[in-house]
């Protein structure tokens, strides 16, 4: 372990605060289960972490019809994953936070530790680009919402400014006409980092899919959406034939890189089959 | 040396029985005490800096910076360690190993090799200070497979051993006349095989602690499976009397075989603290027990076969390649081991074997659970498979009827004791109803259409004890107390087997006392008889039989002293349960501590005893029924259902030896699946070394494994017939993966990992 200073801060201001003018190499700590990693495989470079787990406010869970379901910055993997709410309304959302590490991560790890770290495998991006989730920013001067597909800008990068702190999470709520599938590709079972993760969220209207977002991570600097071939989609009966179209044109819209845990070719054929079988899955919301 | 003594057969109070373990409640509890809970006043920290290169001379080393950096107690570098030419693996009765290491060298070898050592007051500080060492290189060429180096003009790695980046001269075995068996075959299969780099991955980190007193005595807290070698190499390098090291080594987080070389941090963590004077720990991170611990041999293997069309095997030629890595360490013990192996398992009259075993510059491959087997006989398996395809047979017909039984030649050169291997395929054969399995509907499931199913059977045996190449021995003191209590002293390490149990279960058994009332005392070099090492799936039948030959000449003396007590005849009187009574008049009893203790005129007893075992070998056997999903769009393999048929002879603790199957079959499924070290073959560089990229399976994992013992060969060499069962697990589950995966898609793999890319692109292969 290589050494670094603990700092603690009891509000956004002073977080914020010690976030600007401790420099250089200064991180949120939070969960800790990644950044604690990070410094102890030397991945990355740390002298200073900002605890703000003593912050108030940063630990609810709310749900209503109009805005949807919100969560704070502190809220864990686990309590979320336990939810019934998120069972019942977000599946594909509930599915990712339960592939994600084991029991005692979960219950450690946050959600917004998960999406600001940026990583283009993280489980829970794609079923919230998906469902086109907001990322609450604080900052010293206002407060800013983020669509969470505009809020990477590359692998471990994001548009957060120094200073800025993620304070929550909103997911749109959940009508009964939506269906939702996470569907992750690992090569075992649980404590998994993905080779390939894809998430559906669609809307059918009589027999018909008006909305469709297809979100497929580990193919690319960020999570991608597939939107040619949500195009392709919508309007459609999502029969055999268009989905596996679908799929195909899935596989040309994502960017995969070949590294140790899979070729690219390899991820491009997974984002076809896990296309459909999400797909599938999703309709399955209904039956 | 008693192949011929007849097996005892009686009822049993202890042994056959799954009794509380003795470390359980300290482990449970997080008491127990592992080399890395240990903290010594003033204890330093040690680490290494470690080579960033694959092949290189080290033409420059300035670690005056890294001396200078606050708390910073020593650097070594190879300027400044004693420069012995030593064994890395340094089994004191083997031929088979190579004197190729110095504790720092002026030259690397493989990327990660140490190049220095520091010494701080933190562990952060040590490796802070790492990088303030500045070393200077000159590339040399390096190679990464095994057919490059040994082409004419490689680079050489050694300029010791045969030259050629040989480690050791070609092994070759010969029997029958090979022309002639080719000559005789109705048919011929040929093949090559590929067995990836698994590391056993133990969950306790490599760690030691080095403390010397004032007497120049070094005391060296250590996690290894052989404690009497490291106090051997240790005393050699370091130019010492064996009084003045001692090893101790308490509990342990597994070693899987790959803890019984003498590692460079040893030497350096002893160095360091002799040059500071004050205890040094040295702890490896996860990183470091991949680049500097040791892995499978990677091999290479080319078999010919020939068949007759009554499926009799008639001729076997195979050649093997292993690949070292950069240093010798257990690759001799390992070619020959694999290679004399292939003479066996399924018979055969003709057979022409050579195996050999060249450097490389990648990390060091040691001694692994399976000890070069598990490549042979993965090759030997899925060939004899093939066989049965082509004969139109079931395999499971072919494999019974080519077996090894009782008489055949084993691998050690002695004949086969009982039809183990035999009654083990037929027993699966019956339970699973094989031939019903065989003539399913193989229909998929609508719901699934994708998903095919497969079964698969891989055979195996395996040798308790590395005779005839190393001649071993095993000890045991055994002592009793005057209230009847006893106290076994074994050098046996504990890996966390459970074998202290059933050395203690052994003894209870054999003296006629309690379980209870067995004491274990272990793992310290001055206190405890010398000891070979826990190795070879020896330990029960080594050091068993050496503590039950200890055991009963305590008994013979407790009896002795009794009898003069109760005044009768020793011959007459018997002893069970801590009683010592008349046989013919059971109420003329006393305990034995009332037997030991002092009365009248009599001082308490002190009856100490000795047993040394020098075995020869026994063998193992098991026929593992593996059932896998396949699935045709991902290439996804999940083994279902195993059905493991193991005859371990005696069964000494039921649970234990159920537990040893499964985590063998756990390791065998990763290795066979998704477990692969892999070396960056541009570079040498490690390309997930860490327990993210390494993919080991977990217990979500695991298929359903309904296991099966059998005691139907038990070995006269062992304690009442018992025999290893540590190896033999992990040789038969890949073969039968291998195996189950043909019947399912039919492809044949003949290399592991077998990774989903694989199966994919062999099932587009074969679809087009």
């Known amino acids: 372990m290589r050494r670094f200073d603990y700092h603690r801060a009891e509000t956004l201001e002073q977080a914020s605060r010690l976030l600007t003018e401790l420099g250089d190499d200064t991180f949120v700590f939070n969960g800790g289960t990644d950044l604690l990693v990070e410094i102890r495989e030397r991945l990355r470079r740390v002298r200073n972490v900002v605890d703000i787990k003593q912050i108030p406010g940063l630990s609810d869970i709310t749900y209503d019809e109009t805005r949807g ?24 959302l509930r599915s990712a936070l339960a592939s994600l590490g084991s029991i005692q991560v979960r219950n450690r790890a946050t959600v917004v530790g998960n999406i600001c770290r940026a990583s283009p495998s993280a489980d829970t991006i794609p079923p919230l680009v998906a469902d086109g989730a907001f990322v609450h920013i604080y900052s010293r ?26 304070t929550g999470i909103t997911v749109p709520p959940a009508a009964d ?93 997974m984002v076809g089959v896990l296309t459909g079988r999400a797909i599938k899955q999703a309709l399955e919301t209904f039956a | ?207 030691c602690i080095a403390d010397w007193d004032g007497s120049n005595k070094l005391t060296f807290w250590t996690s290894t499976q052989t404690s009497f070698m490291v106090r051997g190499i240790l005393a050699e390098v370091l130019g010492l009397p064996l009084t003045k090291v001692r090893v101790l080594v308490d509990h342990m987080g597994g070693g899987f075989g790959a803890k019984q070389d003498v590692f460079q941090h040893e030497f ?11 205890p040094v720990k040295m702890e490896f991170t996860r990183h470091e027990t991949f680049v500097a611990g040791r892995s499978r041999h990677p091999c290479r293997i080319w078999l010919k076969q020939g068949f007759k069309n009554d499926g009799t095997l008639i001729a076997r030629d195979m050649k093997l390649v292993y690949d070292s890595g950069a240093y010798g360490s257990h690759g001799p013990g390992v070619t020959i081991v694999g290679t004399t192996a292939a003479t066996s398992l399924y018979r055969c009259e003709n057979v022409r074997l050579e195996g050999r075993c060249v450097y490389t510059n990648t990390p060091v491959n040691g001694a692994f659970r399976g000890y070069g087997v598990v490549q042979s006989y993965y090759a030997l398996d899925i060939q004899m498979d093939e066989a049965a395809e082509r004969l139109g047979m079931d395999p499971a017909e072919l494999k019974l009827k080519n077996v090894v039984r009782a008489g055949d030649i084993a691998p050690s050169g002695h004949p086969i004791i009982g039809h183990g291997l035999e009654i083990c395929l037929k027993h699966g054969i019956d339970v699973l109803n094989w031939k019903r399995l065989r003539s399913r ?129 020793s011959d007459e009187i018997d002893l069970c349960d801590g009683k010592v009574f008349v046989a013919a008049e059971p109420d003329r009893a006393m305990t034995v501590s009332e037997a030991m203790g002092p009365s009248r005129g009599i001082p308490a007893a002190n009856i100490v005893a000795n047993g040394t075992y020098e075995p020869t070998k026994s063998y193992s056997f098991a026929a593992h029924f593996t059932e896998v999903e396949v699935d045709t769009e991902t290439g996804i393999v999940e083994v279902k259902r195993v059905v493991p048929v193991h005859d371990v002879g005696r069964v000494i603790h039921p649970i234990a030896a159920q537990g040893q199957i499964e985590g063998g079959i756990q390791q065998g499924i990763g290795h066979t699946l998704t477990e692969d070290y892999l070396i960056d073959k541009k570079t040498g560089r490690s390309l997930n070394a860490g327990l993210v990229d390494y993919k080991m399976p977990l217990s979500m994992d695991m298929p359903d494994i309904e296991t099966i013992i059998l005691e139907a060969a038990p070995d006269p060499g062992g304690p009442w017939g018992a025999k290893g069962v540590g190896e033999d697990p992990i040789i038969a589950i890949g073969p039968s993966i291998a195996n189950a995966i043909y019947d399912a898609i039919g492809i044949r793999f003949h290399h592991y990992p077998i990774i989903p890319e694989d199966v994919l692109k062999a099932l587009r292969e074969k679809g087009a």
């Not at chain 1, 379901?69 to 594909?92: C, D, H, I, M, W």
């Not at chain 1, 669509?147 to 471990?156: K, M, V």
């Not at chain 2, 350096?268 to 040059?275: D, Q, T």
Request: proline share 5%; hydrophobic share 40%; with cysteine.
């Open chain 1, 69 to 92: 379901l919100t969560f704070g910055a502190l809220v864990t993997v686990g309590r979320l994953e336990n939810l019934s709410l998120v069972r019942q309304r977000y599946p594909n």
């Open chain 2, 1 to 207: 040396m008693n192949m011929t003594t007849p097996i005892e057969q009686r009822e049993f109070r202890i042994v056959g029985k799954s009794v509380k373990r003795d470390d359980v409640l300290e482990k449970v509890t997080g008491e127990a005490q592992y080399t890395g809970d240990i903290k010594r006043p003033g204890m330093l920290y040690g680490k290494i800096k470690r080579a960033s290169i694959a092949h290189a001379r080290i033409k420059a080393i300035d670690v005056s910076k890294a001396l200078a950096y606050p708390g910073v107690k020593a650097v070594l570098t190879h300027q400044n360690v004693p420069r012995v030419l030593h064994y890395g693996s340094p089994h004191p009765r083997s031929a088979s190993c190579t004197k190729d290491q110095y504790i720092l060298d002026d030259k690397v070898r493989f990327w990660g090799e140490g190049v220095a050592a520091v010494a701080a007051i933190s562990e952060e500080i040590a490796d802070e200070a790492l990088d303030l060492i500045e070393v200077e290189y000159e590339a040399l060429p390096a190679v990464f497979e095994p057919e490059d180096a040994v082409q004419p003009g490689a680079p050489l790695i050694h300029d010791v051993g045969p030259g050629g980046n040989l480690v050791l001269d070609p092994v070759r075995v010969n029997r029958g006349d090979i022309d002639k068996g080719f000559s005789e075959a109705d048919f011929i299969l040929e093949g090559t095989f590929a067995g990836g780099r698994p590391h056993p991955a133990y969950m306790e980190p490599n760690v």
């Open chain 1, 141 to 166: 001067t206002d407060m800013r919402v983020v669509p969470i597909a505009e809020f990477f800008t590359g692998a471990g990068k994001t548009v957060l400014a120094k200073g800025e702190i993620v």
């Open chain 2, 268 to 278: 350096l963590c002893a160095l360091l603290a002799k040059e500071t004077r004050r």
């Open chain 1, 177 to 269: 006409n939506i269906g939702k599938a996470y569907l992750k590709h690992g090569r075992r079972k649980a404590m998994e980092l993905s080779t390939v993760g894809v998430a559906v969220s669609l809307a059918m209207e009589e027999g018909v899919c008006s909305d469709i977002r297809i979100a497929l991570g580990a193919v690319g600097a960020t999570v991608l959406r597939a939107p040619q071939a949500e195009a392709m989609l919508r309007g459609t009966r999502l029969d055999a034939a268009a989905v596996r179209n679908a799929a195909d044109k899935a596989m040309e819209e994502c960017t995969p890189i070949s590294n140790v845990r899979a070729s690219a070719d390899y991820r491009r054929d």
């Open chain 2, 441 to 569: 509907d193989r229909t998929p499931d609508p719901k699934r259409p994708q998903i095919r199913k497969g079964w698969g059977i891989g055979c195996e045996m395996h040798g308790s004890s590395a005779y005839p190449g190393i001649k071993e021995q095993g000890n045991a003191t055994v002592k009793i107390n005057e209230d009847g209590t006893v106290t076994l002293l074994t050098g046996a390490a504990g890996l966390g087997t459970g074998a202290h149990t059933a050395l203690a279960q052994i003894v209870a058994e054999e003296l006629g006392v309690r379980f209870e009332d067995v004491g274990v005392i272990h793992g310290d070099t001055d206190v405890v008889p010398w000891d070979i090492g826990a190795f070879a799936s020896h330990t029960t039948y080594l050091v068993g039989t050496a503590a039950k030959m200890a055991a009963g000449k305590v008994r013979a003396a407790v009896l002795e002293r009794a009898a003069m007590k109760l005044q009768v005849s």
